[in-house]
């Protein structure tokens, strides 16, 4: 069974940093490309940053120059560093495969998400 669990968020002031945290069961993060995707009130979830199988790397350019996605295989695991936080980045954050496409008892699976929620 497919299971993904973040963790890491939190209430931060702005300017502030928090790393986000995914682990995973049921699937092998080695062998896909993983994403840290948001979604803030009233709108879509947006995918914000990327990693390849290979380690490459792609952000959503509001993000680019204080996101950073890493994975550790060896533990099956995914972060996200988040740096100089903006309000805007106020959003329920789940990592998942790119593209997302697991899926449990027929439904897409997301995971719970971790809130992060920035103060100006």
């Known amino acids: 069974q497919v299971q993904l669990v973040e963790s890491g968020g939190g209430l931060v002031q702005a300017g502030g940093s928090l790393r986000l945290s995914c682990a995973g069961s049921?699937?092998?993060?080695?062998?896909?490309?993983m994403g840290w995707y948001r979604q803030a009130p009233g709108k879509q979830r947006e995918l914000v940053a990327f990693i390849s199988v290979g380690g490459f790397t792609l952000y959503e350019d509001s993000v680019k120059g204080r996101f950073t996605i890493s994975r550790d295989n060896a533990k099956n695991t995914v972060s996200l560093q988040m740096n100089s936080l903006k309000p805007e980045d106020t959003a329920v954050y789940y990592c998942n495969v790119y593209p997302p496409n697991l899926r449990v008892r027929g439904s897409l699976y997301w995971g719970q998400g971790t809130q992060v929620t920035v103060s100006s």
């Open positions: 049921g699937i092998i993060f080695s062998s896909t490309g």
